[in-house]
C-alpha cells in the first residue's frame, strides 16, 4: 500500500471542528480512500476583539489506487 499526504486549510465562522470537517467532506469529493486527518495548526481571524473565523491547517492521508490506464 502507497499513501499521499496533502496540505489543507478549512475555515468555518463556527467552530475548529467545523473547519475540519470542511476541509475533509471537501477533499473527498474528488480523492478517494481518506484514511486519516492530522492536525497541523488552528489560527484564528480576530475582527472588533472577537474570534470572527477560525483556520485549521490539516494534513491529510489517502491510499494511492492502483488502476490501469485504457
Same mark, same amino acid.
Given at each position: 500500500?502507497?499513501?499521499?499526504?496533502?496540505d489543507?486549510? /478549512?475555515?468555518?465562522?463556527?467552530?475548529?471542528?467545523d !473547519?475540519?470537517?470542511l !476541509?475533509v467532506s471537501?477533499?473527498s469529493?474528488?480523492?478517494?480512500?481518506?484514511?486519516?486527518?492530522?492536525?497541523? /495548526?488552528?489560527?484564528?481571524?480576530?475582527?472588533?476583539?472577537s474570534?470572527?473565523s477560525?483556520?485549521?491547517?490539516?494534513r491529510l492521508t489517502?491510499?494511492?489506487?492502483?488502476?490501469l490506464?485504457e
Open positions: 500500500m502507497v499513501e499521499k499526504t496533502i489543507l486549510t /478549512g475555515t468555518s465562522v463556527n467552530s475548529i471542528e !473547519a475540519v470537517n !476541509a471537501r477533499a469529493v474528488t480523492i478517494e480512500g481518506i484514511q486519516r486527518v492530522e492536525i497541523a /495548526g488552528v489560527s484564528a481571524t480576530v475582527e472588533n476583539g474570534v470572527a477560525w483556520h485549521v491547517k490539516v489517502f491510499t494511492i489506487q492502483d488502476r490506464h
